[in-house]
């Protein structure tokens, strides 16, 4: 109980960083929408997209790789140093190729008024590419407040210097100042290249306090553990691949498949309904953070596979009503978002919302191939999906623009969750009731469209309406649950 008592407050700073951090650059989001229009908004989307799948390829699985071989090899020093010197030797290679060719690859990705944008964000990434070995050194170390204090920082920054370049700077400027320093650093048609200048300075800092770790170990190159370690991350890389296809590829395909006068702008305001489907990406976060060790730890038990069947049940109560809230209440949250030419593409949260959800019953059924250890099978149901979010964006986005890469996301999800149960079952089959499974999410999209069609144009009357929605959901969970009598821990 020790033990575990330790691993579940580990998992709780680790995941704090982490939520609390996409949670404030949430809090971004009016700003942004209020300072830049949906054209600029979609350049930053893309651009972003593009960083994720840049960071993933970068890394090439060498984070789990220091993991495994970490564990296995008797000099742990000796894996960091070997991971930590081919990731230096990856990322100059990286910069040798971006930088002198900013203006090219600007082009290439429909921005060719900014190249500098792709030099800062070419910088950025090759920074956040070698910390990510020392902050695997920090949890592997069991030092998990040093990690989140550096993860904090780090976001501290970069809001920090958001504020400073879009609200503090325009402010001065408008009321006459202009000191020598102030002009130096900034100027107002710089635009969205300030947040890319936070996201450089905040990275440049997070390296300088992670120096310790670098310092600490003499540097050591073992090629024959090195074609070891690259043997066990690549698997990774292919799976990660096809978890950025799924997440990200959908906004740089809207500007590539609609027309250049129109893509952007597209984008941005796909890229800023998508944030507000952020409630259900945080609980799912957190629950995964929690989940993965009692996965584990419930897994050499006689009941694991009720008690994994319990959690699914509760799981999907849980975030239907997510969806059920976030869905009525969308006339206060579209607050967030708040330029009103954005508004027009509110009609897809649910479409994401309902795809999150998914994403997060295929999370809980992967249990079987972790508990199994059969892990090859994720990879195979990741590039599945991958496949099938390429395919029908292509298809679907000429004619349904941001609606169809929305589609394509929940039928890609919904299919990785029907295969994933399919195959399992012949593996380690688990008693899912979905009736109950059901039940609660066909109720909770059921009361949505009887809020939709039934709003009223009083803002008091319509706040009435939804509290009451969501309570006579609760109630149905509530009876059903009553007269199931189930506990979720016997």
Known sequence: MTVLRKLVGQTAVYGLSSIVGR???FLLVPLYTTIFVPDEFGVLSVLMSWVAFAMVVLSYGLETSFFHFAAKEKNQANVFSTGLLSLALSTSFFLVLTVPNSISIARLLHVPE????????????????????????????????????????NISINIGLNLFFFLL????LKQGYSASFFTTIYDPTFGIGYIFVSYLVSSFITCMLLLPQFFKVRLIFDFVLWKRMISYGLPLLIGG???????????????YLLPPTIASTQVGIYSACYKISIFMTLFIQAYRYGVEPFFFTQSQKADA????????????????????????FIDFLKAFIRDDSYHVGLKVVPILLLANLFAGVYYNLSVWYKVTGKTRYGAYFSVFGALITITLN????PSMSYFGSAYATLFCYFSMCVASYYVGRNHYSIPYNFKFIALYLS?????????????????????ISSFSICFVYMLIVLAVEKKKRTTFIP
């Open 23 to 25: 949670l404030l650059n």
């Open 114 to 153: 900014n190249p500098l944008f792709i030099t800062l964000l070419a910088f950025t990434i090759a920074l956040d590419t070698l910390t990510t070995l020392p902050f695997a050194k920090l949890r592997l170390d069991n030092r998990p407040w040093r990690f989140a204090s550096i993860r904090l920082v």
């Open 169 to 172: 700077c325009p402010e001065l």
């Open 241 to 255: 691949l096809a978890y950025v296809v799924n997440e990200m590829i959908d906004k740089i395909l809207l500007v």
């Open 305 to 328: 596979k009720k008690q994994f069947a319990n959690l699914m049940r509760y799981f999907v109560a849980f975030t239907s009503f997510i969806f059920l809230g976030v869905n009525v």
């Open 394 to 397: 292509i298809i679907l986005i």
């Open 443 to 463: 109720s909770a999209i059921g009361l949505y469209y009887i809020w939709y069609y039934l709003r009223f144009e009083n803002n008091l009357a319509n706040s």
